[in-house]
């Protein structure tokens, strides 16, 4: 139960994360747009697959915790841009 509660927190973050760079547009915001949507679908057939092999919910959470993390830790970089020098 704990880990359920602890990936919709993770989650949220990574939502609040992800609509900021949204918000920026930009190329990078498309990338995201589709990084998300090409996400979701991997991590819905790697947990139908875990659950066909006789996963738990917990080990299926575990999975998503994994993902939610990574993300988070890939939005919050600070990025510097190099400029162009015309």
């Known amino acids: 139960m704990l880990n359920w509660m602890v990936l919709a927190l993770e989650s949220n973050r990574v939502i609040g994360l992800r609509i900021a ?10 990338r995201e747009a589709h990084r ?9 057939a790697k ?10 919910g917990d080990k299926i959470v575990e999975q998503y ?12 970089r600070k990025r510097t841009r190099k400029r162009k020098s015309r």
């Open 65 to 76: 915790r994994t993902m939610v993390a990574a993300n988070a830790k890939r939005l919050s």
């Open 36 to 44: 998300i949507v090409s996400e979701k679908m991997v991590a819905a």
């Open 47 to 56: 947990a139908s697959t875990s659950l066909m092999a006789g996963a738990s």
């Open 21 to 30: 760079k949204l918000m920026r547009g930009g190329k990078a915001a498309q």
